[in-house]
């Protein structure tokens, strides 16, 4: 099956009781057994929920995976991923990180023992050198948050298995409409599910998908031991969102496109950051890797100071100035105060977060009103 018959179809079948088109919203705890250990496949809601396990089997097929596992955040679901590893052991990370997956890192998992390192991941020998025989992860996120740097996963999966190291990617930013890591030897995918896949700014939720039947076993016992588990309602709002995730990316990056233009052309702006541009450092691996660009995009100010960011994000009208990413309305956002207030300033500027960049989740929109928009809250600046 092709991508838009999956996004409607996969994992979804019509309810047997009913024959009820939409699959139900399992709203239960748990399930009366026949007798002991005679049941019908769930036991309790936290190992199994069909409403979930629909949207697990869903979200598997968008990846061209064959095991998904549903969390109740994108947290939860990089939490499960790090819990696979033991004391002592390393994580090879992309320093031009979520600010929520530095955190965790940084503040939950190095006092257990876990130690990180940050890099770019340009280069496969830059990340090769901060690889030993204690490393067992390799943690990539492409495009990146907020500075949109692409990053070659087939050549980060090299690396990672000459080392005899997971290759994990959290793909929130693509959407496995645009991206599929698994295809490009990854070996494990993380989404936040809150973002592009539910699509609607309704829901928190995280996913994962992996095609190793050993590596999907020992993710299963964390969901079910740890209890980070989305619940049926949460469930059948993805469902539902997913339906016109091919929909709703075509719109995101057609509208993309147009606004990038704009903002390139636009006097008070300095860079502009969206991977579809051919100036984009990245254009190149993009263009090889993803199957169009997105919605996402950052940009800077000629006149670099944080008065000057503020003004603009507080002049816009139809954007609307929010954290998140990936619905249907545009929003638009201050990195340094918002999503990367956690990461010290000296960090993030060396990574490209200065005071002026502004951050732009494009929604579906009519483009002609989002650049209008735009254009007055840019006026004589
Ligand atoms: C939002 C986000 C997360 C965290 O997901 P939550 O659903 O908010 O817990 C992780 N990575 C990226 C790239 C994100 O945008």
């Given at each position: 099956?092709?991508?838009?018959?999956?996004?409607?179809?996969?994992?979804?079948?019509?309810?047997?009781?009913?024959?009820?088109?939409?699959?139900?919203?399992?709203?239960?705890?748990?399930?009366?057994?026949?007798?002991?250990?005679?049941?019908?496949?769930?036991?309790?809601?936290?190992?199994?929920?069909?409403?979930?396990?629909?949207?697990?089997?869903?979200?598997?097929?968008?990846?061209?995976?064959?095991?998904?596992?549903?969390?109740?955040?994108?947290?939860?679901?990089?939490?499960?991923?790090?819990?696979?590893?033991?004391?002592?052991?390393?994580?090879?990370?992309?320093?031009d990180?979520?600010?929520?997956?530095?955190?965790?890192?940084?503040?939950?998992?190095?006092?257990?023992?876990?130690?990180?390192?940050?890099?770019g991941m340009h280069d496969?020998?830059?990340?090769?050198?901060?690889?030993?025989?204690?490393?067992?992860?390799?943690?990539?996120?492409t495009p990146t948050?907020?500075m949109l740097n692409v990053i070659d996963?087939?050549?980060?999966?090299?690396?990672?298995?000459?080392?005899?190291?997971?290759?994990?990617?959290?793909?929130?930013?693509?959407?496995?409409?645009?991206?599929?890591?698994?295809?490009?030897?990854?070996?494990?995918?993380?989404?936040?599910?809150?973002?592009?896949?539910?699509?609607?700014?309704?829901?928190?939720?995280?996913?994962?998908?992996?095609?190793?039947?050993?590596?999907?076993?020992?993710?299963?016992?964390?969901?079910?031991?740890?209890?980070?588990?989305?619940?049926?309602?949460?469930?059948?709002?993805?469902?539902?969102?997913?339906?016109?995730?091919?929909?709703?990316?075509?719109?995101?990056?057609?509208?993309?496109?147009?606004?990038?233009?704009?903002?390139?052309?636009?006097?008070?702006?300095?860079k502009v950051y969206w991977p579809g541009l051919p100036e984009h450092p990245n254009h190149e691996v993009a263009a090889r890797?993803?199957?169009?660009f997105?919605?996402?995009?950052s940009?800077?100010?000629?006149?670099?100071?944080?008065?000057?960011?503020?003004?603009?994000?507080?002049?816009?009208?139809?954007?609307?100035?929010?954290?998140?990413?990936?619905?249907?309305?545009?929003?638009?956002?201050?990195?340094?105060?918002?999503?990367?207030?956690?990461?010290?300033?000296?960090?993030?500027?060396?990574t490209g977060?200065?005071?002026?960049?502004?951050?732009?989740?494009?929604?579906?929109?009519?483009?002609?009103?989002?650049?209008?928009?735009?254009?007055?809250?840019?006026?004589?600046?």
């Open positions: 099956m092709k991508f838009a018959t999956k996004a409607i179809h996969a994992g979804v079948a019509p309810d047997s009781a009913t024959g009820a088109i939409m699959t139900p919203i399992y709203q239960t705890s748990t399930y009366v057994q026949e007798g002991i250990g005679k049941h019908k496949g769930f036991e309790y809601s936290r190992t199994g929920n069909p409403t979930r396990q629909a949207l697990e089997q869903n979200l598997a097929a968008l990846e061209n995976g064959r095991f998904g596992l549903c969390f109740a955040s994108g947290m939860a679901a990089i939490d499960a991923v790090v819990k696979l590893l033991e004391p002592g052991d390393e994580v090879v990370s992309t320093n990180l979520y600010g929520g997956t530095y955190r965790l890192y940084t503040q939950i998992f190095a006092k257990y023992g876990i130690k990180f390192h940050f890099t496969a020998q830059q990340v090769a050198a901060q690889i030993n025989d204690k490393t067992r992860l390799i943690w990539v996120e948050n907020p996963i087939r050549a980060m999966a090299e690396v990672a298995h000459a080392h005899n190291c997971l290759l994990g990617v959290d793909n929130t930013f693509a959407s496995p409409y645009l991206q599929n890591p698994l295809d490009l030897g990854a070996d494990l995918i993380m989404h936040s599910v809150t973002k592009y896949l539910g699509g609607h700014s309704d829901v928190v939720m995280g996913a994962l998908v992996v095609n190793d039947e050993a590596l999907a076993e020992k993710l299963y016992f964390i969901q079910n031991s740890s209890g980070a588990v989305c619940g049926p309602m949460d469930s059948f709002l993805v469902l539902r969102g997913v339906k016109t995730l091919h929909l709703r990316m075509q719109r995101h990056s057609e509208n993309g496109r147009a606004i990038a233009g704009f903002l390139q052309g636009h006097q008070a702006v300095d890797q993803m199957r169009d997105g919605g996402m995009m940009f800077t100010l000629k006149k670099n100071d944080l008065a000057t960011a503020m003004q603009v994000v507080e002049r816009v009208k139809l954007f609307s100035l929010a954290e998140s990413l990936g619905g249907v309305e545009s929003l638009i956002g201050h990195p340094a105060s918002m999503t990367h207030a956690s990461i010290p300033k000296e960090e993030r500027e060396k977060v200065v005071d002026s960049l502004i951050r732009l989740s494009v929604g579906v929109e009519d483009a002609e009103d989002l650049i209008a928009d735009l254009e007055q809250a840019l006026a004589g600046l």
